[in-house]
């Protein structure tokens, strides 16, 4: 199957789950949809102004997760692991009826989502790809926090690094390649907190629909879930999950290589922003001119100086 053509799922599928902050139960259905429809959300428990556009100037409060909202106040949360999903399986257009303001959280990961794409198939559709190919180097520093992308030739690269005064997350740092590294962990990897920060997370009016079943909690350099942890590098594998499921709010795949500090929804969605407020910093590819461009950069050397 080529990595140049757009790609939709074969068929529908159905899930069901609980919203992690509002802890209603919540029916998913993921359908096909037509080359260049992109990722559509669909509230289909409201009757009008009912669709939202998976976009990221679409982002509004991004508390804890990442809330889309159209131009009529419809909004739906908690949108990232799936979109994780869909950019790691290479999904490009489908819509989501929904019939609730939260995507359900699942098990804190996007392995059920990865699981449902995988057993109805994919379809190749007719209609290439664009390529967003990053022209130049863009960041935002937000006090200790950093997050910055920078071009890089046919690939994605997330290196996140995880500081918490934690004794058992500590300080945690990966690089991941999508070309080239091994998804499984990333997509198996789930939420977390720390035990002490849950009352102030529910006086926010968050985490109604948390558990032991979705979330991985943390009590000093103890992990309260009795089969720990799935991985060794699941905190900082999740962050890099999250990062890829707010990336595809692009729109487009990315050719670019992104570096984060304490980053998370909010920091990803001020560098989207500002990425792509001014036309130099991006262009919109296929792939065969991204190809030239690299050669004609091989053929012709730029030099750095004396």
Not at 45 to 63: G, S, T
Not at 181 to 207: H, P, V, W
Not at 208 to 233: C, F, M, P, T, W
Request: hydrophobic fraction near 35%; include cysteine.
């Amino acid at each position: 199957m080529s990595k140049l053509n757009q790609k939709t799922i074969r068929e529908e599928f159905e899930l069901k789950g609980i919203g992690l902050h509002n802890g209603v139960e919540v029916n998913l259905i993921v359908k096909p949809a037509k080359p260049n429809t992109g990722i559509v959300f669909k509230r289909i428990d409201l009757e009008k102004n009912n669709e939202i556009h998976a976009n990221f100037k679409n982002v509004v409060e991004p508390i804890l997760c990442t809330k889309l909202k159209n131009e009529k106040g419809t909004s739906v949360s908690t949108v990232e692991h799936l979109m994780a999903a869909f950019y790691g399986e290479g999904i490009d257009n489908a819509l989501i009826e929904v019939d609730a303001s939260e995507i359900p959280i699942m098990d804190g990961s996007a392995v059920d989502f990865v699981d449902a794409i995988r057993s109805v198939g994919i379809d190749e559709q007719a209609e290439l790809r664009k390529f967003i190919k990053v022209q130049k180097k863009v960041e935002i520093q937000d006090g200790k926090k950093f997050i910055s992308i920078e071009p890089l030739n046919k690939d994605l690269i997330i290196d996140f690094e995880l500081i918490y005064k934690n004794p058992l997350i500590r300080t945690r740092r990966k690089v991941f390649s999508l070309s080239n590294d091994d998804l499984t962990q990333i997509y198996n990897s789930r939420t977390f907190c720390l035990y002490e920060d849950i009352d102030n997370i529910k006086k926010m009016g968050l985490a109604k629909g948390g558990s032991l079943e979705n979330a991985i909690v943390v009590q000093g350099d103890k992990i309260l879930n009795e089969d720990g942890l799935r991985n060794r590098h699941e905190f900082v594998y999740h962050k890099i999950l999250d990062c890829l499921g707010d990336i595809m709010l692009s729109g487009n795949r990315i050719f670019g290589h992104i570096k984060t500090s304490q980053g998370g929804h909010a920091l990803t969605n001020k560098l989207l922003r500002k990425f792509f407020s001014d036309k130099s910093n991006w262009s919109l590819e296929n792939f065969e001119n991204i190809e030239k461009q690299n050669q004609n950069t091989l053929d012709n050397p730029v030099s750095i100086g004396a």
